[in-house]
Each structure stands twice: as structure tokens, then as C-alpha cells.
């Protein structure tokens, strides 16, 4: 008999999240999210029903791709493959694919942009998960103690037909970490006090609320003047027959591009890209955030 609870996706198993660790949260508990949940703060929001996460077009054509990802990757490693949860005390992790003898692990992403993904490329670049995805798979391993565990990135039309697959190997010290984390997290969750943000908190701070407002206002301002250019630079392209159109101070001209995947032609020719791969940089980020 399997529990209610043990069903991905079931009310049980939701309600069931909302009081354990499971391991695609691990990134979010570390502080290293790629998306909502990113840190402690959000996490604790969603578990406590103060937060939604809203499913994308991308992420439920995904899930409906799933069994056929998981089929495909059965074909390439010659395995055969089952969903299950996996529990150890509070930790939790759904996996996409475990062998029957227990002994391999397979975790699956279908990506929306397939192989032009910036998840396929950082990881036929890298050979590993990027960072949030490897303290999912930190995780699972922690728990499962497999002997081969498979991170593949699968692609294809309507069927997938193709992947990229890589073995990743523990990493004692990243699960040292995301223990600890949960530990600490736990102990906001079971008081309900919520974690601190980890930013540093302006709102008494007069000067940067303004700034703050300023840029809102002219960020909405910017959002709705492109949307108006956008329906305007589609009227006109409608209106024009000729490679070159001229009228009412606008030239309208249709012309040919193409682009040249360098990243191919480079494997193609045998060439190593990362050697000319310039030092990173920081840059700034701006988000309106959820309820302002």
C-alpha cells in the first residue's frame, strides 16, 4: 500500500510538504534559489500558505513530459526506472527515477528551450548542475545513498528523443551544509518566527523609499509605453507590402538576418571556448517585490 502522502502531487503530499525538507527546496533553505523560493524567507512564506507558487505554461508541459524523459532515459542508461518518495526523518525527496535494487538515482529536467536552454548549455559547458539544482541532488543522494546517481537534461518535440546526461558524485560537505540548514530552518517553521531576509532592510530610510518609489513609477511608466510601441510597430509592419515602406516620418524596411551558433562550430572544429572565457563581473538586479 503507498500513503496518501507518498503521492506526488496529491493534497496529502502537498500538505505533507508544508512540514518537511524536500530536496528541490534544498537551494531555497541555502540561501541559493534560482526561483521563487530563493532563501529561508520565502520558503517559510510558501510553507506557511503566505505565498504562492505560480505554475508556468513551461513548468506543467514539463511535468506532462515526464514519463516520456523518463522512458527516453531507461533507452540511453538500459534501466529501468520509477518515481518514488524517499524520507529520512523531515527530509524528504521526490525523485523522478530510482532502479528497483535502489542502487541509481536519475533526476530529470525538460527545459523549455531545450538545447538552447541556459540550463543545457551550463551543463554540457560545466559537466555538472548548476548550483540550485545540485543541492536537489545533494539531497536525494544524502538521503538515498545511491551508487550512481544521473542528472539529464532531456529535449525533443513531441516525444523526447535526445538528452544530455551527466553522473554526479557526493559532496559530503554541501550535505553537511544543507543539514545544518534545515535544521535552523525548522526551528523558525515549528515557532512561527520567520527567518530573517538576509537583506539589508531600508524601509525607515527615507531616501532610498523615495528612490525606490522614483523607480517603480518609471518602471510602470516604461512597461506601458513598450507594450504601446510594441501594438504600434505591428499595426505598421501590417500596413507595409514593400521591402521598404516610407511615410509619416518613419521608414519601415524588412531585411534578412541570420545567426551562427559559434558554440557549434566551435566543438565542430574541436575548439575549447572556456580558455577565452573573460572574468565575471557583478551587476545589479532590480525587482518589484510581491505585495508592494
Known amino acids: 500500500m503507498i500513503a496518501p502522502h507518498m503521492i506526488q502531487g496529491s493534497p496529502e503530499w502537498l500538505a505533507y510538504r508544508a512540514t518537511r525538507g524536500g530536496a528541490s527546496e ?14 529561508m524567507r520565502e520558503l517559510w512564506e510558501l510553507k506557511k500558505g503566505r505565498r504562492e507558487v505560480y505554475v508556468t ?25 520509477s518515481p ?15 532502479t528497483f535494487d535502489r542502487k541509481i538515482v536519475a533526476e530529470i529536467k525538460i527545459p523549455a528551450r531545450g538545447r538552447e536552454s541556459d540550463l543545457a548549455v551550463y551543463v554540457d559547458t560545466h559537466g555538472k548542475p548548476p548550483p540550485h539544482y545540485m543541492a536537489q541532488c545533494q539531497q536525494q543522494m544524502m538521503i538515498c545513498k545511491p551508487d550512481e546517481f544521473i542528472f539529464a537534461v532531456c529535449f525533443g518535440d513531441d516525444e523526447i528523443t535526445d538528452s544530455i546526461r551527466v553522473h554526479v558524485e557526493p559532496d559530503p560537505a554541501m550535505q553537511d551544509r544543507i ?14 518566527e520567520p527567518p530573517p531576509t538576509g537583506d539589508d532592510e531600508r524601509d525607515d530610510d527615507a531616501e532610498y ?5 522614483a523607480w517603480r513609477e518609471a518602471k510602470a511608466a516604461l512597461t506601458v509605453a513598450s507594450d504601446a510601441e510594441a501594438e504600434a510597430r ?5 500596413l507595409c507590402d514593400a521591402d521598404a515602406t516610407v511615410g509619416g516620418g518613419v521608414k519601415v524596411k524588412r531585411y534578412w538576418t541570420s545567426r551562427t551558433n559559434y558554440k557549434a562550430a566551435a566543438e565542430s572544429a574541436g575548439v575549447d571556448l572556456s580558455e577565452y572565457q573573460g572574468e565575471g563581473s557583478y551587476s545589479w538586479r532590480l525587482t518589484v517585490e510581491d505585495g508592494e
Not at 534544498?26 to 532563501?39: C, D, Q, T, W
Not at 515526464?66 to 531507461?74: D, G, P, Y
Not at 543539514?179 to 512561527?192: C, E, G, H, Q, V
Request: zero cysteines; aromatic letters at 6%; a negative charge.
Open 26 to 39: 534544498a537551494a531555497a533553505v541555502l540561501g541559493i534559489g534560482a526561483y521563487m523560493p530563493r532563501n
Open 57 to 81: 505554461k513551461a513548468m506543467s508541459d514539463g511535468l506532462e513530459r515526464e514519463e516520456s524523459a523518463r522512458l527516453h532515459v531507461e533507452r540511453v542508461e538500459g534501466l529501468a526506472l
Open 84 to 98: 518514488d518518495v524517499v524520507e529520512e526523518g523531515r527530509l524528504s525527496a521526490s525523485l523522478d527515477g530510482i
Open 179 to 192: 543539514r545544518a540548514a534545515w535544521d535552523m530552518f525548522f526551528t523558525y517553521l515549528d515557532s512561527d
Open 209 to 213: 523609499v523615495a528612490a525606490a518609489k
Open 234 to 238: 505591428k499595426a505598421l509592419i501590417a
